[in-house]
């Protein structure tokens, strides 16, 4: 017990001092997010965030696999497939806060990542059958990445999702005593809180590009290694409803820029909580607005794991509850435009 508070303080506490050292740093290699029409700062910031929560997360993983013999019970291939997937994702996105790459390589980029995942052994097992369970793990990976991309654009959203995310999957894992899932939620949710200090509002530094390229990974890499057993489906809806809200504001904005005849890749201001906003709620309330909703669907995840029927109600309830609430911003938008 007293190993996984050691590595909560661990994470947390690298994480909040190699942020100060990222922002120090930023201007001089040019990773500054600098103001525009589809961004809601008005002054340029930092945003070599996500080098802070790699080197804090790699220094953890690292820590927790040499000193912490119970993670002999997952095998150190798929540890080291798990950090070589994670390296390359976020040296791609630091290389695209610094100069800019294209999105068919972050794509490619992605699917190699998610390719080494599952050749080590970490694979989305519910289909039994291989190039299935392949393609799966492909659309998690890179899922998992456009959801935290998308979300990450109010200051201290991703993060705080984040957060509340590794602690709904720490319950989860610690319920089937999952050694390795236990510890990569808490080294998460380490690093993230450690982040969200200097991110939330008003930001002093942005996770940029690596930073939601890893942590859209590395919660990818929690949903797969939790759907380990074959056509279970309580345990294929319970990661995705802890990580419902990212993938929801995903399916919203997708469905926006498909009725304007948008493409997916272009930016703008349809994002769920963009449209919160709109409707004249401030800035810190609508973050809020967005944590309850997390909130809500990771007490559905876990209910399902106690009782199934109170689970299925309260997954009904929630999804009911972010949709009546989407109708109502509709319905303000609406007028608005009257």
Same mark, same amino acid.
């Given at each position: ?28 290699? $040019?990773? &500054? !997010?600098?103001?525009?029409? @589809? +961004?809601?700062?008005? %002054?340029? *910031? ?6 802070? /929560? ?38 791609? $996105?630091? &290389? !695209?806060?610094?100069?800019? @790459? +294209?999105?068919?390589? %972050?794509? *490619? ?6 390719? /080494? ?38 200051? $201290? ?6 957060? @509340? ?5 720490? *319950? ?6 999952? /050694? ?61 409803? /802890? ?96």
């Amino acid at each position: 017990m007293i190993n996984y508070f050691i590595f909560f303080f661990l994470s947390l506490c690298l994480t909040y001092f190699f942020t100060i050292l990222a922002k120090n740093l930023a201007p001089y290699i $040019g990773a &500054i !997010d600098k103001p525009n029409n @589809i +961004k809601i700062h008005n %002054k340029p *910031i930092a945003r070599l965030g996500g080098l802070a /929560i790699y080197l804090s997360f790699l220094i953890s993983m690292i820590l927790v696999h040499y000193f912490d013999e119970r993670l002999i019970i997952f095998s150190q291939k798929k540890t080291v497939g798990f950090v070589i997937g994670g390296t390359i994702v976020f040296i791609a $996105g630091l &290389i !695209d806060d610094i100069f800019t @790459i +294209k999105a068919i390589y %972050k794509l *490619i980029i992605q699917s190699i990542s998610a390719t /080494i995942l599952y050749y080590t052994g970490i694979r989305m097992n519910f289909f039994p059958n291989l190039l299935i369970s392949y393609f799966f793990t492909l659309v998690y990976v890179v899922g998992s990445y456009s959801a935290m991309d998308m979300i990450d654009g109010m200051d $201290g959203l991703a993060s705080g999702l984040t957060s @509340i995310c590794s602690i709904f999957f720490l *319950i989860v894992f610690w319920q089937n005593q999952h /050694i390795f899932g236990i510890f990569l939620s808490i080294i998460l949710l380490g690093s993230s809180l450690g982040f969200f200090v200097h991110n939330f509002h008003p930001a002093k530094i942005f996770m940029g590009d690596g930073g939601s390229m890893l942590l859209g990974f590395i919660l990818a890499t929690l949903m797969i290694i939790y759907t380990d057993k074959h056509y279970d489906i309580v345990g294929l809806v319970i990661p995705i409803l /802890i990580f419902a809200v990212p993938i929801i504001d995903n399916l919203i904005t997708f469905l926006f820029r498909y009725k304007q005849g948008k493409s997916f890749l272009v930016g703008d201001l349809n994002h769920f909580y963009n449209r919160i906003m709109s409707c004249g709620v401030s800035y810190r309330k609508t973050v809020f607005v967005m944590y309850i909703f997390s909130i809500i669907f990771g007490i559905s995840a876990i209910l399902l794991t106690v009782n199934m029927i109170a689970g299925i109600a309260s997954t009904f309830l929630s999804g009911l509850t972010f949709f009546y609430f989407n109708r109502k911003i509709q319905l303000a938008e609406k007028k608005q435009q009257i």
